[in-house]
């Protein structure tokens, strides 16, 4: 059996490898497999490297909420 | 009754693990396992559980500080009360909170009473505030971007009210605070999630990122260092310079800014004032309502300004705000957001939307849902 390469979580290595390695790891006789293809659902992407001008946006919106809650600028 | 739970001191050395853990346990638990067949709730953090052999017993929950830091002389008083009023025995919670147990109505009172006397709240159940989970950050780790246990202080500072039940909500809250994209402190899948990130690609620092690297051109042909290995999106790109050394690019146009090249080199510079958090929100791990799902990135930025981190206090107050004046009762926050859509959300948020959140409806279940569809 193939090991997952240095760094890979559980959840890195079935998305390399694909749903098969459920069957391969935990259980060869399981009745039910799951079909189709993992995906590593990038839209959640944690990190964001903005530029200048998206950065101010973000910074004016939470100045106006710091005033509307805060009574201050 | 008798409260042996744990081995004599001799018996506890000699001891080897696992211990059964029915030898852990109170008599009156012990004699119940498996026999709760009801619960009912006095005041906003204090449940009693029912037996069917008739026993009951009370669990008071008691928020602690961020990252549950106690001193030893708090922890001695709580001691002090689990033994005079409780059973012996506390339980830390996955959400930061101490739970005592004892036997009767009057005693979970007078636990209440002394804990809030010591100034900790007691809540965090049914609709309201359950926890503030943040990571120790600075306390201890090397990656941290942000110093999530204070934004989490400042944080109950605020929504102590949500967590004592003075103020009900709609339905659970669960927040978390992470001090960097890793989020070690709980889970990404929360209703609010809050995660320090750099917010910029990293810029390698000239002098030191060798330690990182292979020590030539030749030996880089030979292996992969980790540095570039773990780019996810491989913005980092390795080469063979000319002397015969190994140069290093980061591609600003691809970085996304996760931070695991950090986690493995630290030779990298950041610009301290393009550090920020991210928030997440409507995400959750129960199996309530529309089941597991990931949070929308709501806001991609924000600056943090200790040790108020009033940008971030306001942006999850007014979430909250939207979610209270709106939701249906039992309704949590990712439930709501699906029922209005998410561009209704945003807009009502009024947070500027650009490529970093955009907030594609499309396939934000879990991975686990797609087990659904067996074969």
């Not at chain 2, 012990?30 to 009951?56: A, L, Q």
């Not at chain 2, 409507?282 to 600056?303: D, E, H, I, Q």
């Not at chain 2, 206090?313 to 029922?339: C, F, H, N, Q």
Request: with cysteine.
């Amino acid at each position: 059996m193939e090991l997952a390469p240095r760094r890979h979580r559980i959840g890195d290595m079935i998305i390399r490898r694909g749903f098969k390695v459920i069957s391969e790891v935990a259980d060869k006789t399981l009745p039910n497999k799951p079909r189709g293809t993992p995906s590593a659902h990038l839209r959640v992407s944690i990190g964001a490297v903005l530029t200048d001008d998206e950065r101010k946006m973000y910074e004016d919106w939470s100045r106006s909420l710091v005033k509307e809650y805060f009574s201050e600028g | 009754m008798s409260l042996a739970i744990t081995p004599e001191p001799k018996d506890r050395m000699n001891k080897r693990i696992p211990v059964p853990f029915s030898t852990q346990l109170p008599e009156i638990i012990r004699n119940n396992y498996g026999k709760w067949i009801d619960r009912k709730f006095h005041g906003n953090g204090i449940i009693e559980h029912i037996s069917e052999t008739g026993d009951r017993i009370f669990t008071i929950k008691v928020g602690l500080p961020p990252n549950s830091r106690l001193s030893v002389d708090t922890l001695e008083k709580f001691v002090d009360i689990a033994d005079k009023y409780g059973l012996g025995v506390v339980r830390a919670t996955r959400g930061m909170n101490l739970e005592f147990i004892t036997d009767s109505l009057d005693k979970a009172l007078k636990i209440k009473e002394e804990v809030e006397k010591l100034g900790f709240p007691v809540g965090g159940w049914g609709r309201s505030l359950w926890h503030i989970t943040s990571c120790t950050a600075y306390l201890t780790c090397t990656t941290a971007v942000v110093d999530a246990p204070s934004i989490t202080q400042v944080l109950y500072n605020y929504l102590k009210p949500y967590f004592t039940g003075e103020i009900e909500l709609p339905a659970k809250l669960m927040i978390f605070v992470a001090g960097c994209p890793n989020i070690c402190g709980g889970t990404l899948a929360g209703d609010i999630v809050i995660v320090g990130h750099y917010g910029q690609a990293p810029k390698p620092d000239p002098e030191r990122i060798k330690f990182c690297l292979p020590a030539s051109a030749e030996a880089l042909k030979k292996v992969t260092p980790d540095v570039a290995a773990v780019c996810p999106v491989g913005a980092i790109k390795l080469f063979g310079k000319p002397d015969g050394s190994v140069g290093i690019e980061v591609d600003e146009r691809k970085c996304i800014a996760c931070s695991r090249c950090k986690n493995v080199c630290d030779y990298f510079d950041w610009d301290p004032n393009k550090i920020g958090v991210a928030i997440f929100a409507g995400g959750k791990t129960s199996n309530t309502g529309t089941g597991p799902r990931l949070p929308y990135r709501v806001v991609p930025w924000l600056p943090v300004n200790p040790p108020e981190y009033r940008e971030v206090v306001a942006a999850v107050r007014k979430i909250i705000d939207v979610w209270r004046s709106e939701a249906k009762p039992g309704e949590r926050l990712g439930d709501y957001i699906d029922r209005i859509g998410i561009d209704e959300f945003m807009s009502k948020l009024g947070v500027p939307r650009t490529r970093h959140n955009r907030c594609e409806e499309a396939s934000w279940n879990f991975g686990v849902r797609q087990f659904i569809t067996y074969m």
